[in-house]
């Protein structure tokens, strides 16, 4: 079993820089990949950033350049260093573990609650 808790959110200007930490219990953590999410109300989950066991990283395009995943899997710790914020990045942040990374937030096996991330104009 794998449980997942997102902290970090907040409310901060545009422009300004937030880190987003999913802290992760289980033994074979270190075998799965990571990814982080986003959620606005009415829409589905969009895929921000996923990174390998290997460390091999992936970004979507509206935070490649602004954003880095990263993962410490002695610490069993997954992070998301957001940069240069835009108020269209508010949003509801979720860390979610599964078998590989992709883009589906359905073929993830675990999900923290997420939190809520604010970036005001």
């Known amino acids: 079993q794998v449980q997942l808790v997102e902290s970090g959110g907040g409310l901060v200007q545009a422009g300004g820089s937030l880190r987003l930490s999913c802290a992760a219990s289980g033994r074979t953590f270190g075998n799965y990949a990571m990814g982080w999410f986003r959620q606005t109300p009415g829409k589905e989950r969009v895929f921000v950033a996923g990174i390998r066991w290997s460390g091999t990283t992936y970004y979507g395009d509206s935070v490649k350049g602004r954003f880095t995943i990263s993962r410490d899997n002695a610490k069993n710790a997954v992070y998301l260093q957001m940069n240069s914020l835009k108020p269209e990045d508010t949003a509801v942040y979720y860390c979610?573990?599964?078998?590989?990374?992709?883009?589906?937030?359905?073929?993830?096996?675990?999900w923290g609650q997420g939190t809520q991330v604010t970036v005001s104009s």
């Open positions: 979610a573990a599964g078998p590989s990374v992709t883009g589906a937030a359905r073929a993830y096996n675990y």
